[in-house]
C-alpha cells in the first residue's frame, strides 16, 4: 500500500503597523510633514512559520527633489529582521494589499526674531535694547501660514532688567513663540538673548 505523509501547520491572524520609508531626498529649502495614510495597518493571515518570516511591513514613497506634495498608491511591502523586503507565501492572505498616501512637501523660511525687555535698571544705568542669538529662525508649514509671518516676538516679559547694573543673558525656548501651525526646522529652540546695560555718562 501506499504511504502519504501529510504535514499541518496552525494557521495565525497578525496585525502589523504600515511604516512608511522614503527614497531619495526632497528639495532644498524644503521640508517633511506628517504623511497621511489611507490605513496604518494591516492584518495577514497565514501559516505561522510564514508569519514568524515577517518583521515589519511598509510601503515606499520617493520624494526625490520634490517641491509640492507627493501622493500615489503603494504596493505592500514585507521585510525581514534585517529591514529587506521579502516575497511572502502564496498562502499568506491580506486584508489589503495597498495604501493610498498624502506626503506633505512645505517651503522652509527665515524669520526674524526681535525681543524687548521688562523693568527698569538701576538708578545710574540705561537700558540698550536686546541681542539675541541666532537673529533668524527657520520654519516650515502650510504656504498661506509661512505668508502670514516675517518675524516672531518674543514677550517683553520673558527678559527682566529691573535692577540690572550689567548685562543681563538668558536662554529661551523660543519653541512656544512660533505661531501656531508652523513647524520649527532647527534642531534646537534654545536662543542666547543679551539684554544690554550700561552705566549713564556722568553729568557735571
Same mark, same amino acid.
Given at each position: 500500500?501506499?504511504?502519504?505523509?501529510?504535514?499541518?501547520?496552525?494557521?495565525?491572524?497578525?496585525?502589523?503597523?504600515?511604516?512608511?520609508?522614503?527614497? @531619495?531626498?526632497?528639495?532644498?529649502? =524644503?521640508?517633511?510633514?506628517?504623511?497621511?495614510?489611507?490605513?496604518?495597518?494591516?492584518?495577514?493571515?497565514?501559516?505561522?512559520?510564514? %508569519? &514568524?518570516?515577517? +518583521?515589519?511591513?511598509?510601503?515606499?514613497?520617493? %520624494? +526625490?527633489?520634490?517641491?509640492?506634495?507627493?501622493?500615489?498608491?503603494?504596493?505592500?511591502?514585507?521585510?525581514?529582521?534585517? &529591514?529587506?523586503?521579502?516575497?511572502?507565501?502564496?498562502?499568506?492572505?491580506?486584508?489589503?494589499?495597498?495604501?493610498?498616501?498624502?506626503?506633505?512637501?512645505?517651503?522652509?523660511? +527665515?524669520?526674524? %526674531?526681535?525681543?524687548?525687555?521688562? @523693568?527698569?535698571?538701576?538708578?545710574? =544705568?540705561?537700558?540698550?535694547?536686546?541681542?539675541?542669538?541666532?537673529?533668524?529662525?527657520?520654519?516650515?508649514?502650510?504656504?498661506?501660514?509661512?505668508?502670514?509671518?516675517?518675524?516672531?516676538?518674543?514677550?517683553?516679559?520673558?527678559?527682566?532688567?529691573?535692577?540690572?547694573?550689567?548685562?543681563?543673558?538668558?536662554?529661551?525656548?523660543?519653541?512656544?513663540?512660533?505661531?501656531?501651525?508652523?513647524?520649527?526646522?532647527?534642531?534646537?529652540?534654545?536662543? +542666547?538673548?543679551?539684554?544690554?546695560?550700561?552705566?549713564?555718562?556722568?553729568?557735571?
Amino acid at each position: 500500500p501506499m504511504v502519504v505523509h501529510v504535514s499541518t501547520e496552525d494557521m495565525q491572524e497578525k496585525r502589523f503597523d504600515i511604516n512608511v520609508n522614503t527614497i @531619495g531626498t526632497q528639495a532644498e529649502g =524644503y521640508a517633511l510633514g506628517d504623511i497621511s495614510l489611507s490605513q496604518d495597518y494591516i492584518y495577514v493571515n497565514g501559516p505561522v512559520s510564514e %508569519i &514568524g518570516m515577517v +518583521s515589519s511591513v511598509g510601503i515606499e514613497v520617493d %520624494i +526625490s527633489e520634490a517641491t509640492s506634495d507627493v501622493s500615489g498608491t503603494a504596493q505592500i511591502v514585507f521585510y525581514d529582521a534585517n &529591514g529587506h523586503a521579502i516575497d511572502i507565501d502564496e498562502r499568506m492572505e491580506l486584508s489589503l494589499s495597498e495604501i493610498n498616501y498624502v506626503q506633505p512637501i512645505y517651503r522652509i523660511k +527665515s524669520l526674524s %526674531i526681535s525681543a524687548g525687555a521688562v @523693568g527698569e535698571p538701576a538708578e545710574g =544705568y540705561i537700558y540698550d535694547g536686546v541681542e539675541v542669538s541666532p537673529s533668524f529662525v527657520s520654519v516650515y508649514g502650510p504656504e498661506e501660514l509661512l505668508d502670514m509671518y516675517s518675524s516672531i516676538e518674543i514677550p517683553d516679559s520673558a527678559i527682566d532688567i529691573s535692577g540690572a547694573t550689567r548685562n543681563v543673558t538668558l536662554s529661551i525656548d523660543i519653541a512656544p513663540y512660533i505661531p501656531e501651525g508652523l513647524i520649527l526646522s532647527e534642531a534646537s529652540s534654545q536662543i +542666547s538673548a543679551i539684554a544690554r546695560i550700561r552705566r549713564a555718562p556722568e553729568t557735571s
